[in-house]
């Protein structure tokens, strides 16, 4: 594993989470907020959910100690909340990511939970976040269809197509280092 496959991953993981919060800004906040089976309360809360886990992990895999409060679905009354909220994260992510070597992406990361110890690598854990997120646009994306406002395939291989549209003077904004 090499930092700009790691990069590539997480370009992918901003579009695709674009696409989602272009998609939920078409529902009312009625809709943002309507209780489901799929985990996390709301469409709002599973968003939350996605963004609060990228801050999270991001902190702990950047050693920043500290206790740090978990993002809410009250923090965010409504999508342009949330978008705002992740740009920053978004910033704070790629100044981590952008200083990292391939090198770093294996060093140890050690967790402790309770009496149980966890050890991964650090490209391990980044890939997580990434797949974490994947896991839930897809619960997002059929919320989203669901109130008739699909945000469309979110799938790698289209982004890397429209990855390439862009490197040939499209205008789609995909990349972010």
């Known amino acids: 594993m090499k930092t700009d496959d790691i990069k590539l991953l997480y370009q992918y993981n901003d579009w695709a989470n674009k696409r989602i919060l272009a998609a939920a800004e078409n529902l009312t906040q009625e809709q943002l907020r309507t209780p489901n089976e799929l985990g996390w309360g709301s469409l709002r809360g599973a968003l939350v959910h996605i963004l609060d886990a990228e801050f999270g992990w991001r902190k702990f895999l950047n050693d920043e100690t ?9 923090d965010f009354q409504d999508v ?3 978008r705002q909220r992740w740009e920053l994260e978004n910033q704070a992510l790629w100044t981590f990511l952008n200083a990292l070597t391939d090198a770093d992406l294996y060093r140890p990361v050690i967790s402790q939970r309770g009496d149980t110890e966890y050890r991964w690598v650090l490209w391990q854990c980044l890939t997580h976040v990434v797949n974490h997120g994947t896991q839930h646009r897809a619960e997002c994306a059929a919320l989203l269809t669901g109130f008739g406002h699909s945000p469309g395939d979110v799938d790698f291989t289209l982004f890397l197509s429209s990855r390439h549209k862009h490197q040939d003077g499209d205008t789609d904004e995909v990349q972010r280092n």
Do not use: Y
């Open 66 to 74: 500290g206790s740090r409060d978990l993002l809410r679905d009250e």
């Open 80 to 82: 342009a909340a949330l």
